[in-house]
């Protein structure tokens, strides 16, 4: 049997001593992977390879935890705790998030009405902080502040080596139901919902008075099960099934064979090419890298110049009190246009568990909308009109976003929204040098 706590403190040291003999400088993590949607300005960086630090450590069902090293893919944390009977509390959608990432970042799904964001979930996290020394930092240890600071820190102030998170003991199948709601019963419905004993909670707003409210439960069996992973796409399904069975594994990837429903900007969706790409390439992956090979060429901008158009992409997850959620969803209507929207809802924040940089605190309950696409205009407009409009109708609602993607803030109103009165003091105190960068830097400035 490998002695796997060796093995993981032989790997500890390795990324410790990487990190204290790298030159002066600013540092970024090496990823061969990335869900961010939000480049980077070029420039010099140190690059820290953390890629061995990609596995599932340990586990106890009955206690109700999982030990992963930061770098483990939730494709790969999902397969190990399912083959024990349970899973993580909650599991992003897409394959190739980690686990680390998600700690650092905002990580949500259907589970999260009852069991919060990711770091929500987490009991313990090591962190080698930017120095090179690594800490072990839990709610109630010497570096509480650290663990409540971390999340929505993005590589700020650390990176995750280990983390200890919640799993739920689960069944082979999810028992799914569909029900099409006009707009003035879907925030109610969708309300009741989570205060009820379904396992999972989410919905799709298709079109102005289109949404459809899913709720799954766990059962022993299911009738039949749908396969979504290759011909059959599931939010399709969405509007023609009223219930569903699918096996937990699926249920669980149910949005990365089609990246939700983005995959029809590659024409992934056409049955032809669909077929021609195979089972195989049909997930987040594929998409992913298409989406950076555009990025860099600049392709879908320059098709929409010699159209005469104009493009801003709006890549967005967006957190809103319920009592404002259907006032937030007609400005979406009225002023952004991008359809389908994903919405998820999540539990607000807990006493004694308040995470500065992410704070939940204005509602019990929350409306995440995600929605990513493109608009395009016949008359060129300020840059980035759009991705503005939305982060002051979010701040207006009493809001917050995540910060995966491009952000526009000036640096008072991010200051207000993300806590960095909180963030300067554990800036201050876990990365005096400032060999990692400023927060506000990374994800606003893009340096």
């Known amino acids: 049997m490998r002695d796997e706590v060796g093995d993981h403190r032989a790997r500890v040291a390795e990324a410790a001593a990487q990190l204290r003999a790298a030159p002066d400088g600013p540092l970024a993590l090496d990823k061969r992977t990335s869900n961010l949607f939000r480049d980077r300005q070029r420039g010099r960086r140190h690059r820290l390879d953390l890629g061995a630090l990609n596995h599932v450590l340990a586990q106890d069902p009955a206690a109700g935890w999982v030990d992963a090293e930061g770098m483990t893919t939730y494709e790969d944390l999902v397969a190990a705790t399912l083959a024990c009977g349970t899973m993580p509390a909650v599991v992003p959608q897409l394959k190739t998030i980690t686990i680390g990432g998600a700690a650092a970042g905002v990580g949500i799904e259907a589970t999260s009405f009852r069991h919060g964001l990711v770091h929500d979930t987490l009991r313990e996290i090591e962190v080698l902080l930017p120095g090179g020394e690594v800490v072990v930092c839990s709610p109630d240890n ?3 502040d650290l663990f409540f600071g971390f999340p929505n820190s993005y590589g700020t102030l650390g990176y995750a080596l280990r983390l ?21 019963r879907f925030f109610d419905e969708l309300a009741a919902a989570c205060a009820s004993d379904a396992d999972f909670v989410d919905g799709v707003v298709f079109a102005r008075g289109e949404q459809v409210l899913s709720t799954g439960h766990f059962v ?8 979504y992973t290759f011909e059959n796409i599931y939010w399709r399904s969405l509007r023609v099934r009223e219930e569903d069975f699918l096996a937990t594994g699926d249920y669980l990837w149910r949005w990365d064979t089609d990246w939700f429903w983005c995959s029809r900007n590659f024409g992934a969706q056409q049955p032809l090419l669909r077929r021609l790409l195979g089972r195989g390439r049909l997930n987040s992956r594929t998409y992913t890298r298409w989406m950076r090979f555009n990025a860099r060429w600049r392709l879908a901008q320059r098709l929409a110049r010699w159209r005469g158009r104009y493009r801003e992409s709006v890549i967005q997850d967006v957190d809103i009190p319920w009592r404002h959620a259907p006032a937030f969803l007609d400005f979406l209507h009225r002023e952004i246009g991008i359809l389908p929207v994903w919405i998820c809802p999540v539990r607000g924040e807990l006493p004694g568990r308040c995470f500065p940089l992410y704070r939940l605190a204005a509602a019990p309950l929350y409306v995440n909308f995600g929605f990513w696409d493109a608009i395009e205009t016949r008359r060129p407009l300020e840059p980035a009109h759009f991705n503005r409009l939305i982060e002051q109708e979010v701040l207006r609602r009493e809001g917050i976003k995540s910060l995966y993607s491009d952000s526009f803030f000036t640096r008072e109103a991010f200051a207000q929204s993300y806590g960095m009165a909180s963030y300067e003091r554990l800036k201050r105190k876990y990365d005096p040098q400032r060999r990692a960068p400023d927060l506000y830097d990374k994800c606003v400035r893009r340096i």
Do not use: K, Q
């Open 164 to 184: 200890r998170a919640a799993t739920l003991p689960v069944l082979p199948v999810v028992h799914l139901r569909h029900r099409r709601l006009d707009t003035e």
């Open 142 to 144: 010497d570096y509480s």
């Open 220 to 227: 022993p069996e299911g009738r039949w099960r749908s396969d």
